[in-house]
Antibody, heavy 117, light 110 residues
């Protein structure tokens, strides 16, 4: 059974870069026709899709964040990563990674990132 | 305000049935599959329904999904107190090239 685990700093200063990693266990990140997604959720609010990367390396991003987001994959470590530049307080949220196809079928437990000086 | 519209809250008694609607447009629900997720407070969302009406293994048949035109519906029968959660619909939008979620519906089992 595939499991996902997010990791990264819980506190990021405004204008800096948020970097998170999702480690996949119980299966290879390159096997199957999967997308690997990032989703976030501000406290008390709904879900927002950030973007995803396919096992082929093809990426798709939410247009509202596209200029600031990069999602990449490291197959040697069975991980995929999120980088969000120039963060503000509005980027404070719980960040989730998930395996996607045919839907967001397997989620990590989430990691809280606070943007504050 | 979400592109996919869900009622903010629904409620029903234990053992009863409830439906949660998700309204979209021709570029999202009208053209793509809908999925549904359950989020118990303090936990990650859980995958309930995919491709409009299919249940992954382990999801009881008390949960069902349907789609008609530009709207989708999640049904839950035999309500249990453990079903209290926020429920989200999700689908791809072909015009925006983005995965969309509804605003979420809070289910209260009275």
């Amino acid at each position: 059974q595939v499991q996902l685990q997010e990791s990264g700093p819980g506190l990021v200063k405004p204008s800096q870069t948020l970097s998170l990693t999702c480690t996949v266990s119980g299966g290879s990140i390159t096997s199957g026709n999967y997308y690997w997604s990032w989703i976030r959720q501000p406290a008390g609010k709904g879900l927002e899709w950030i973007g995803r990367i396919h096992t082929s390396g093809r990426t798709s991003y939410n247009s509202s964040l596209k200029s600031r987001v990069t999602i990449s994959v490291d197959t040697s470590k069975n991980q995929f990563s999120l980088k969000l530049i120039s963060v503000t307080a509005a980027d404070t949220a719980m960040y989730y990674c998930a395996r996607d196809h045919p839907a967001l079928e397997c989620w990590g437990q989430g990691t809280l990132v606070t943007v504050s000086s | 305000q979400s592109v996919l519209t869900q009622p903010p809250s629904v409620s029903a008694a234990p053992g009863q049935k409830v439906t949660i609607s998700c309204s979209g447009s021709s570029s999202n629900i009208g053209k793509n599959y809908v999925s549904w997720y359950q989020q118990i407070p303090g936990t990650a969302p859980k995958f309930l329904i995919y491709e409009n009406n299919k249940r992954p293994s382990g999801i009881p048949d008390r949960f069902s999904g349907s789609k008609s035109g530009t709207s989708a519906t999640l049904g839950i029968t035999g309500l249990q107190t453990g079903d209290e959660a926020d429920y989200y619909c999700g689908t791809w939008d072909s015009s925006l090239s983005v995965l969309l979620f509804g605003g979420g519906t809070k289910l209260t089992v009275l």
